[in-house]
């Protein structure tokens, strides 16, 4: 599941462990750089793009 730096903003990040902290950026980069949709790839998420392109398996 998608978790993103919105879950930190705005809110107490008392009691917060690091390894949570990182967990959830590596998520959210994750996220970033395989699944979000983009207009410039034709509304396909990256990882989809380059399927389509033969690049990826």
Do not use: N, T
Request: net charge positive; proline share 2%.
């Amino acid at each position: 599941m998608h978790r993103s730096f919105e879950s930190f903003y705005g809110r107490d990040r008392e009691g917060v462990s690091l390894e949570d902290f990182a967990s959830r950026l590596d998520d959210c980069m994750r996220y970033y750089r395989c699944e979000r949709i983009k207009r410039s790839l034709g509304w396909m998420s990256p990882s989809q793009y380059r399927k389509s392109l033969g690049l990826a398996a």
